[in-house]
């Protein structure tokens, strides 16, 4: 007897990328026990969404306009909002990894993962376990510990995307003199010669 719609394990996914989202919506709808509750294209959508449809598990990436996926699972951790959350990404970095159990995610799978392989994860994930990509997760306990505050890497995320001082401390409702001192922070921290080297390196060890 097949489920019910009660029955289903409720999905939202959130992904920037149009093609991407029907994609992973017309593969996971495939599955008699699954139903997607919606779709988001940002992460100020997606918690607007997971507010509206109350999803058993939501499928995140990590760069998406307005808030990174990591920023929406840690909002959800903050909020103490009852979701897991998996982040599938394309980023096979022990970094993010380990940012992404600090924001309370129970999932870290890559986007190249074999496709019949999603919706056994959500099952997994629905039923409390936690499902990690093996050879990351390996990686990240052995990987120096991300020294940014959050604050930090904020500002020093837009200082990377070209923003000016002004620009950041107008976007992050900051003093112009606190971002040159968050700035100073996480480019002595990163060892850089700059602004535009010291998001390089935190991009490249997983940390931005």
């Given at each position: 007897m097949p489920p019910t719609k009660r029955d289903k394990i409720r999905v939202l996914l959130a992904e920037d990328q149009t093609m991407v989202l029907g994609a992973l919506a017309a593969l996971l709808e495939m599955e008699d026990d699954i139903e997607?509750?919606?779709?988001?294209?940002?992460?100020d959508e997606a918690?607007?969404?997971?507010?509206?449809?109350?999803?058993s598990v939501f499928i995140t990436d990590i760069e998406m306009p307005t808030?990174?996926?990591?920023?929406v699972a840690a909002e959800l951790k903050r909020r103490g909002t009852p979701v897991r959350v998996i982040i599938l990404t394309t980023f096979a970095r022990a970094g993010y990894l380990r940012r992404a159990?600090?924001?309370?995610?129970?999932?870290?799978?890559?986007k190249d993962m074999p496709a019949e392989q999603l919706?056994?994860?959500?099952?997994r994930v629905h039923r409390g376990l936690r499902v990690i990509d093996p050879q990351l997760a390996a990686e990240a306990w052995t990987e120096e510990p991300d020294p940014l505050?959050?604050?930090e890497r904020q500002v020093?995320?837009?200082?990377?995307?070209g923003m000016a001082s002004s620009d950041i401390a107008t976007e992050l409702?900051?003093?112009e003199g606190t971002v040159r001192n968050y700035l100073s922070e996480a480019i002595n921290k990163m060892g850089a010669a700059n602004r535009v080297e010291a998001a390089r390196l935190a991009r490249t060890k997983g940390w931005l």
């Amino acid at each position: 007897m097949p489920p019910t719609k009660r029955d289903k394990i409720r999905v939202l996914l959130a992904e920037d990328q149009t093609m991407v989202l029907g994609a992973l919506a017309a593969l996971l709808e495939m599955e008699d026990d699954i139903e997607v509750v919606g779709r988001a294209r940002s992460g100020d959508e997606a918690l607007k969404l997971i507010q509206q449809h109350h999803p058993s598990v939501f499928i995140t990436d990590i760069e998406m306009p307005t808030m990174t996926g990591l920023e929406v699972a840690a909002e959800l951790k903050r909020r103490g909002t009852p979701v897991r959350v998996i982040i599938l990404t394309t980023f096979a970095r022990a970094g993010y990894l380990r940012r992404a159990l600090d924001a309370g995610a129970s999932g870290y799978l890559l986007k190249d993962m074999p496709a019949e392989q999603l919706a056994d994860a959500v099952r997994r994930v629905h039923r409390g376990l936690r499902v990690i990509d093996p050879q990351l997760a390996a990686e990240a306990w052995t990987e120096e510990p991300d020294p940014l505050t959050e604050r930090e890497r904020q500002v020093l995320r837009l200082a990377g995307e070209g923003m000016a001082s002004s620009d950041i401390a107008t976007e992050l409702s900051l003093s112009e003199g606190t971002v040159r001192n968050y700035l100073s922070e996480a480019i002595n921290k990163m060892g850089a010669a700059n602004r535009v080297e010291a998001a390089r390196l935190a991009r490249t060890k997983g940390w931005l």
